[in-house]
């Protein structure tokens, strides 16, 4: 019997005795994560101590970049498939915003149009970054089934392009406008609404801005396919209200409503027109003023409303997407009269349409009502991790540089199809801040893709 108790007390100590030891690694683990996240945070705000060259060299110029990783080439080869379907083409809006001439006009421009001399802080959207060169080589590598890549401008050729390789060509505004009055044109709707009148252009061609790169191989199918029918790519964000009180599905719902007679919601459109005196809106409308990119998605809004009912309508991603030029035409008939007036707009303004959302929901439209063979798929870029970007800000020179080590990381993490690059300045940049951004990004983009393009001078 004794001998049986030894045996329980034994068992026993041996549990206490795990129990213990369990409980010091538990603690063990816990003391070296706090160590080692320690030594990382140190090593995180020890930025501000080197030497910005250093900090360039060290995370941007390194030679092993994020496109020469092994897994990213294996997943690379494993997508390798050109397209041999149908004729593809690219068309890229550019300008070169930092040209004086170009300056000039747009300042006389706006001197003419009476704005105040703080909107000349829209000239930071022209702000030519050297991104158009970078996107080449991305379309180069991850596009190779484009047949033809078009560049249209206001006469103004890239410095480094070659216009002797009969793949790229460069077109002039004045080709594809019909109204020549409408020239010069200084904003993006304004020419998108002419690009499908390309010569030569094929029935669907990719549209791009010079602010997008391509960060992996993509398919046609990428953006087209016979099951899935038009691939369009949305921010998970639709659009709500115009005021305070005014759903944006009001307008235009053939309801003259109180609530919806402001003027971010264009006094409810049609809907109040048989009535003399507008009824007074029960609240303020200053936080719902929209700026000109804001106003005009509302504005396109407002016309589909009226041309098929109201409906919830989504934001279009700021990526490469395709366009059937057919159906684009069919849409510019549909509302003539709003295509000319933002065709003939030269400052943004948001009683322009929105060529991009405009088409996307019309081509949803069709889908639903099964009209012209059309089928659409809805692909959240934010959800499925497509798209990275980079937003170019007043963040001083230090945090830049933090901010292209973090993009690097989530390149590799993601490896996502786009990276793109978008201005969020509030301010003038002087020239140096201009050189100092442009060459940092140059740098980084060297790095992900150091191998010129066929495009290029030699």
Not at 11 to 23: D, G, N
Not at 48 to 67: H, V
Not at 129 to 137: D, H, P
């Amino acid at each position: 019997m004794a001998g049986l108790n030894k045996c329980c007390y034994s068992r026993i100590f041996i549990r206490k005795m795990f129990k213990v030891r369990r409980f010091h690694n538990a603690l063990f683990g816990l003391l070296v994560g706090l160590f080692c996240l320690t030594i990382y945070n140190k090593q995180s705000n020890s930025w501000d101590a080197k030497d910005t060259s250093e900090l360039l060299s060290e995370e941007i110029d390194s030679q092993e970049s994020y496109m020469s990783g092994r897994k990213f080439q294996e997943l690379n080869e494993r997508t390798q498939h050109l397209n041999n379907e149908e004729e593809v083409d690219i068309v890229y809006t550019w300008v070169n915003g930092s040209d004086p001439d170009f300056i000039r006009n747009f300042e006389q421009l706006m001197k003419n149009e009476k704005k105040s001399k703080s909107d000349i802080v829209a000239l930071n959207r022209y702000n030519d970054w050297g991104t158009l060169k970078y996107s080449l080589r991305s379309v180069e590598k991850f596009l190779p089934w484009i047949r033809q890549i078009f560049i249209v401008t206001n006469g103004q050729i890239p410095y480094w392009l070659t216009l002797n390789n009969p793949r790229i060509s460069v077109v002039m505004h004045e080709e594809i406008f019909e109204n020549r009055s409408h020239l010069p044109a200084f904003t993006s709707p304004a020419i998108e609404c002419h690009i499908h009148k390309i010569h030569g252009l094929s029935k669907r061609f990719i549209y791009m801005n010079d602010d997008i790169i391509i960060t992996k191989k993509l398919q046609f199918s990428d953006f087209y396919s016979e099951k899935e029918g038009h691939k369009l790519r949305f921010i998970q964000e639709r659009l709500e209200h115009c005021n305070a009180l005014c759903p944006a599905n009001n307008v235009n719902n053939g309801i003259c409503e109180v609530n919806c007679t402001t003027a971010s919601c264009e006094f409810d459109g049609d809907d109040c027109k048989r009535f003399k005196e507008l009824p007074a809106y029960p609240g303020t409308d200053k936080d719902f003023l929209y700026d000109s990119w804001s106003g005009s998605l509302r504005h396109t809004h407002f016309i589909l409303n009226k041309a098929f009912g109201p409906r919830d309508r989504y934001i279009p991603e700021h990526a490469a997407i395709l366009i059937d030029k057919d159906l684009f035409a069919d849409l510019i008939k549909s509302f003539r009269e709003e295509w000319e007036i933002t065709s003939s707009t030269k400052i943004r303004h948001h009683l322009t349409i929105q060529p991009e959302f405009a088409y996307y929901n019309y081509l949803i439209i069709l889908g639903q009502s099964r009209a012209k063979g059309v089928k659409t798929t809805r692909i959240w870029t934010k959800k499925n991790a497509e798209k990275i970007d980079f937003f170019m800000d007043d963040r001083g020179r230090i945090e830049r540089l933090m901010q292209y080590k973090l993009c690097r990381r989530e390149l590799l993490l993601k490896q996502p199809k786009f990276l793109v690059f978008s201005d969020h300045f509030n301010r003038v940049l002087y020239d140096a801040e201009k050189r100092e951004i442009q060459d940092s990004l140059r740098t980084f983009l060297q790095n992900m893709f150091p191998k010129a393009s066929e495009f290029e001078l030699k």
